[in-house]
Nanobody, 126 residues
C-alpha cells in the first residue's frame, strides 16, 4: 500500500506560478512511476506529467511542455510539479498517482496507476 497526500493547490491569475507537492508513504517506490493527473470541470481525468522514480525520466503532456516541471526527491519520498505561465485551461483538480512499471499498460492512462491521492484544486483566473 502507498499513501499519497497532495498539497500546494490554490487560486492564481493567468501567467502566475504554483508548485504542487505529493508526499508518499508506505511501501518502497522502487520500480514505480509517479504521475500528476488533472481533471478539469466536465472533462475526464488526463495525464499532465509522469516521472520514473528510479532515474527521473520525465514525460509531459503537450499542453504543458515548457511550462511545467516534474521532479522527485528520493530522500524525502516526495514528488513536485512546478507550474509556470499558468493558463485558465490549467484549472482543475490535480491528483498524484503511483503505478508499477512493466505491466504493459500505457503510463499515460489512469488505469496504469494503482494508488491515488485525494487531489488538490488549482484555479487559474483570466
Amino acid at each position: 500500500q502507498v499513501q499519497l497526500v497532495e498539497s500546494g493547490g490554490g487560486m492564481v491569475q493567468a501567467g502566475g506560478s504554483l508548485t504542487l507537492s505529493c508526499a508518499a508513504s508506505g511501501r518502497t517506490l522502487s520500480g514505480q512511476r509517479m504521475a500528476w493527473f488533472r481533471q478539469a470541470p466536465g472533462k475526464q481525468r488526463a495525464v499532465v506529467a509522469t516521472v520514473v522514480w528510479s532515474d527521473g525520466t520525465a514525460y509531459y503532456a503537450d499542453s504543458v511542455k515548457g511550462r511545467f516541471t516534474i521532479s522527485r526527491d528520493s530522500a524525502k519520498n516526495t514528488m513536485s510539479l512546478q507550474m509556470h505561465n499558468l493558463k485558465p485551461e490549467d484549472t482543475g483538480v490535480y491528483s498524484c498517482a503511483v503505478g508499477q512499471q512493466g505491466t504493459g499498460r500505457s503510463f499515460i492512462t489512469s488505469g496504469y496507476y494503482s494508488y491515488w491521492g485525494q487531489g488538490t484544486q488549482v484555479t487559474v483566473s483570466s
